[in-house]
């Protein structure tokens, strides 16, 4: 797999990085685009829509509570989307102490509670091979304090980044993503589970935030954070019923 140069972009090793910190959470982009591929007549992949994965697609709402759609933001490939299932994520396990275990712990339950809207499968680095989408995962939790930019000089406690990649897939390439977050060593107990919880529905593809408090996706961390709301998944849901670039062949002219 290689990172994504996009050629009409005419862009060539930029790293475009925005950040947003609200009380120590942050949402944020990360993107390289390189000139190492493709030919003037390589374009885009259309935009179109994926089948709705069996899991969102059986959610039902009963209390109509409503969505905050409006607020995601649109990428240059579309929604962030994913269509290869299910959705590998690794977690870097600290060395060390007992107490960094019970870190990596924490982190996987709270990435589990989305399991039961997405399928998504913890993997280790040792179980991958070579010819998976991702040397790592889909999805990489580091345990590390998030890089400070020159863009954004404000210390954050979590942050999530994307970036863009080709995946050759039965002789097609295929235009991929990846996701890494960021996550402090000092975050415990019932914080490092909602700062996970928000910035894994960052990679989901929630590229965005949520205005009422009771919503996992809310833009600032709370006293009491909430569990994964009818809200958050009524978006996700949406989400991934819109058309994107991710998951479909580069085409030529």
Do not use: C
Request: net charge negative.
């Amino acid at each position: 797999m290689r990172k994504l140069q996009i050629p009409r972009f005419q862009l060539s090793n930029i790293w475009i990085i925005l950040g947003l910190a609200i009380a120590g959470l942050a949402l944020g982009i990360f993107i390289d685009i390189q000139s190492q591929r493709a030919t003037a007549t390589d374009t885009l992949p259309p935009l179109k829509t994926h089948p709705l994965p069996a899991t969102l697609a059986r959610w039902e709402d009963e209390t109509e509570s409503g969505d905050y759609f409006e607020e995601v933001e649109v990428s240059e490939a579309g929604y962030l989307i994913w269509s290869q299932f299910p959705i590998k994520v690794y977690i870097e396990l600290p060395a060390g102490s007992d107490r960094s275990r019970e870190w990596a712990e924490t982190v996987a339950g709270a990435v589990r509670e989305w399991g039961a809207y997405l399928p998504i499968e913890i993997v280790e680095r040792k179980a991958l091979r070579a010819e998976e989408r991702s040397p790592l995962g889909d999805i990489v939790i580091i345990n590390k304090q998030p890089p400070i930019s020159l863009d954004n000089m404000v210390a954050r406690s979590a942050e999530a980044r994307y970036e863009f990649d080709l995946e050759e897939i039965d002789n097609r390439e295929i235009l991929s993503h990846h996701f890494v977050i960021w996550l402090s060593p000092t975050q415990r107990g019932k914080y490092l589970s909602a700062a996970v919880r928000h910035e894994f529905g960052h990679a989901l593809g929630i590229w965005g935030h949520s205005n009422d408090e009771t919503d996992v996706m809310y833009y600032s961390q709370v006293r009491s954070p909430p569990p994964i709301s009818a809200r958050d998944i009524n978006t996700l849901k949406r989400i991934y019923q819109q058309p994107t670039r991710l998951g479909w062949e580069f085409v030529g002219e």
